[in-house]
């Protein structure tokens, strides 16, 4: 009879689920990212993200009074996650999907420290192995696997403009642990996705205001669909969930596994197909999460 999983096992399931649709984000952000304004875009992709998330938390464990105490705390964690959102897609108006995946991998060390100023969490040697064996597999499926092209690497405005929002999503992870108080994953979730909504609105209303929707292609709406239920609600409870059973540089260690993603994405919708040898920037990536996954 196979035993049931562990807590931090569950988180580690958690966070795969959660690289493979936060992928998709690249792929598909990079195709609506010139149509609409990213402040527009990230305020209804919260509201509708919000209304899932706040619906489910009514079917399950419901809405106690308890969870709004210091609702400081979610304005904290939405104006994060908000950032990072605006800046993402800002970024993706210049910035190629396998570029902006490149930017993402640096999001697992800014955590770690992220994680030692706010919990004083401490990377272990192995973790530390772990961190820069994934960073290498990640760069050498980002590059498919030329080292001529990692050289020529140049960092334009919008890997720079990734970057700062990248900053503010290696901060949220370890501020979800310190922040909680013992609220349901799926409740504090809502919470921060009213507290972010609010404040996109106060910053993107004029945006929303001068929006043609209905002039919007249709690859602005199936992105809009996919960010709001895939890359909003199910991988904020998916990130929240996984933030209070693994330390913060483990969570967000699945950003190694993103650029792979991003390159199967790359392939269902365009058909690119990656040189053989990327399988070896995979097979590091993997190396990297089995020493992480390793107690």
Known sequence: ???????????HLAMLAFSALVAGSFSLGVLAAPHIDPGALSVVRFVLAGVLVGMAALLTTGLPRQAWVAPWRYLVLGGLLAAYFVLMFEGLKTAAPVSAAAVFTLTPLMAAGFGWLTLRQRLTGRMALALTIGG?????????????ALLAFEVGRGEVIYFVGCVAHAAYAPLVRKLNRGEPAVVFTFGMMVAGTLLLAIYAWPAVVATDWAALPGVVWVTLVYVAVAASALTFVLLQYATLRLPASKVMAYTYLVPSWVALWELVLHGLVQPGLVLVGVAMT???????LKE
Do not use: K, S
């Open 286 to 292: 993997v190396l990297a999460l089995g020493l992480l």
């Open 136 to 148: 290498l597999g990640a760069l050498w499926v980002i590059f498919r696997a030329d080292p001529a």
């Open 1 to 11: 009879m196979p035993q049931p999983l562990t807590e931090p096992q569950r988180g």
